[in-house]
């Protein structure tokens, strides 16, 4: 009899992990009978600056509207070109459009999946022709692992472009000790429902050091009010809900420990893979990986993944197809000199495994099992 399935990713589970804790939060906003920008989310921008160390938080309505509004506080929209990688959740390229701005998409290092700093020194250095000036640069902190912001802010600091984070996938991620989203100029976070901090339901949060950025951001995530029904400029409604608020701050006391758990379940996998013909993934220097997701790097990806679901194990693949050959995309959107070719080449090998906190030891060691199964042929 084949073992039940180890789902990829369960937010259910994330949510019946933490009910009693979640469910009077919710109801306690239910009671209030604000449900928009009150105490709650104050609250929790407070809490969650507080805990990553540095900056003001701002919550908004996604992680994708998080980066516009990033780029739209820091004047970046028509007549700019933003510079960003292929290899991501196309929310990060589509922010940049929403705001008007361009996007030039450049490669990743094929090791760490994320953005290749020399392309981004290139690029910056002889900008390819036909494209506004370049303002703002955002690399993707993928699957829980810094990107190169040791090289990648000092090239941003040469040029004077806007260093924006993308940290969706890295709540509670450092380098160097400090917690990546304070580096930048801004940073960006997503709490949907798969995330490392994950709401039930949409939420996201722009946090800087700057407090004269956090007030123009804080305008213009609701119709550019400096004051109630006055807009000083143009903005959207992207809120962040009060019942989504109250849920993250029951949440974030927790965010540490199932971090370091999620280390754990990494590490597991890692002794279960040694000796095979599969490499972990591969840790930076003086980095503190958050895994929000697993990801393996795996030439025969359908036949893999068969074998994998033989033994009960889900699998998903992060991401299966590069933002530059997405037919919403393809042949329009602008690529740097490398023409990301690593980036096509990993999404054909990428292969994320189940990796949440609420996995059990015994779904873990059926994770290990069959990993060991793999090893030994
Ligand atoms: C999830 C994600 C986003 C977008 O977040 P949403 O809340 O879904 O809008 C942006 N960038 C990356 C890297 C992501 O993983």
């Known amino acids: 009899m084949s073992p ?5 990713a369960n937010p259910g589970a994330g949510y019946r992990a933490l009910r009693t804790e979640i469910d009077t939060a919710v109801a306690r906003v239910l009671e209030s009978g ?15 600056a507080a805990w990553l160390g540095a900056g003001t938080a701002v919550g908004c309505g996604n992680g994708t509207d998080a980066i516009a509004l990033a780029l739209r506080g820091l004047g970046v929209g028509p007549g700019s070109t933003v510079v960003t990688v292929s290899h991501t959740a196309v929310a990060t390229v589509a922010a940049i459009e929403m705001v008007g701005a361009t996007p030039l998409l450049i490669d990743i290092d094929p090791v760490h999946f994320t953005m290749d700093p020399a392309e981004l020194a290139a690029v910056l250095a002889d900008p390819p022709p036909g494209l506004p000036p370049i303002r703002a640069v ?5 699957y829980g692992q810094a990107a190169d912001l040791d090289a990648i802010a000092a090239t941003c600091r040469r040029h004077t ?19 990546l989203g304070t580096f930048g100029e801004a940073a960006t976070f997503s709490f949907y429902p798969t995330k490392n901090l994950g709401a039930q339901g949409d939420g996201g949060a722009v946090v800087t050091r700057d407090p004269a950025l956090a007030t123009r951001i804080a305008a213009l995530r609701q119709y550019g009010w400096h004051q109630h029904y006055i807009s000083d400029e143009v903005g959207v409604n992207s809120r962040l809900d009060e019942m989504q608020a109250a849920i993250l701050r029951a949440k974030l006391p927790h965010l540490d420990a199932q971090n370091t758990r999620r280390r754990a379940i990494a590490g597991a996998y890692d002794a279960a893979l040694a000796g095979s013909h599969l490499r972990p993934p591969q840790r930076r220097p003086d980095t503190e990986p958050v895994f929000h997701l697993y990801v393996l790097r795996v030439p025969d990806r359908p036949a893999l993944q068969a074998r994998l679901r033989a033994d009960g194990v889900g699998t998903g693949i992060h991401y299966p197809m590069p933002v530059h050959l997405q037919p919403a995309y393809k042949g329009r959107v602008a690529l740097g000199p490398s023409g990301c070719r690593e980036t096509t ?3 054909n090998e990428v292969l994320s495994l189940p990796l949440y906190p609420e996995l059990t030891d015994a779904q873990v060691e059926q994770v290990c099992t069959a990993l060991t199964r793999l090893r030994d042929g």
Request: with cysteine.
């Open 138 to 142: 955002v690399p993707v902190h993928l």
């Open 4 to 8: 039940p399935m180890v789902p990829q």
């Open 161 to 179: 472009v806007a260093l924006i984070e993308d940290c969706a996938q890295a709540h509670g991620a450092r380098l160097h000790g400090k917690r």
């Open 34 to 48: 604000w449900y928009i920008l009150g105490q709650e989310i104050r609250a929790f921008e407070a809490e969650f």
């Open 345 to 347: 080449l990993a999404a």
